[in-house]
């Protein structure tokens, strides 16, 4: 691959904060590309295996890895798209969620992010948050290695439908769907949120 990515570290190795400025500069800049104009080239097969390990570098409460992933592309994912079309044929809104299944059939790469919370004293919504951890962090990782990314659910997420499509067990929900591909225009600056009225200093 074309960014060289430090190994793993091993298990009790020091790991000490260092400033960082491209990474900075990186976080006061990403954006998400549209998913629509995501093409090949998408991220090689060693490049999706840097992507889910760095993506599974988050925090979880209890060390559960209540999460796991479903990687998608080429002939599996024509299928997947296969079924998925069928599926939204019988839909109600068929049409649009016929239209909406552009966004998982452009990209080269989708990467299905699947939240599986483990049963026991660590609280479901924390583990429900360590998903959207590795969900935003894969979707960072894939940006930093220069491809376009987006995070999207959609209805497929939803349907229950679809769920044997991504041999969901029970209890497992769809965290995202991380599309990755080179995006073919860049992305605009989207309106962002004024932080200081989102933000209380007590005191
Ligand atoms: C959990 C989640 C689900 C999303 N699902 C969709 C979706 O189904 N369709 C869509 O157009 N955008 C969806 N988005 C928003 C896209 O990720 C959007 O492109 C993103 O907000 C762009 O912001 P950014 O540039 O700061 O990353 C979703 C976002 C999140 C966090």
């Given at each position: 691959m074309s960014i060289d990515v430090p190994d793993q570290p091993q298990f009790g190795d020091p790991l000490p904060a260092t400033p960082s400025p491209e990474v900075l500069a990186f976080f006061a800049r990403r954006r998400s590309a549209s998913a629509l104009t995501l093409?090949?080239?998408g991220p090689a097969a060693d490049e999706i295996t840097t992507l889910l390990r760095l993506a599974a570098r988050v925090p979880d409460h209890g060390k559960l890895a209540p999460w796991r992933f479903i990687v998608l592309e080429g002939a599996a994912k024509d299928a997947v798209a296969g079924r998925l079309q069928a599926i939204a044929a019988?839909?109600?809104d068929a049409a649009k969620a016929e239209a909406a299944l552009g966004k998982f059939k452009a990209p080269p790469v989708a990467v299905a992010v699947v939240s599986?919370?483990?049963p026991g004293e660590i609280p479901?919504?924390?583990?429900?948050m360590s998903a959207g951890a590795v969900c935003l962090t894969l979707l960072n990782t894939a940006t930093a290695m220069g491809y376009g990314a987006n995070w999207i659910t959609d209805w497929y997420a939803y349907d229950d439908?679809?769920?044997?499509?991504f041999g969901l067990a029970d209890g497992e929900r769809i965290a995202g769907f991380i599309y990755v591909g080179s995006s073919a225009?860049?992305?605009?600056e989207r309106v962002r949120p004024e932080v200081e009225k989102l933000t209380m200093r007590p005191g």
């Open positions: 093409r090949a080239p019988a839909r109600p599986s919370p483990k479901e919504w924390e583990q429900l439908a679809a769920r044997p499509v225009e860049p992305p605009m």
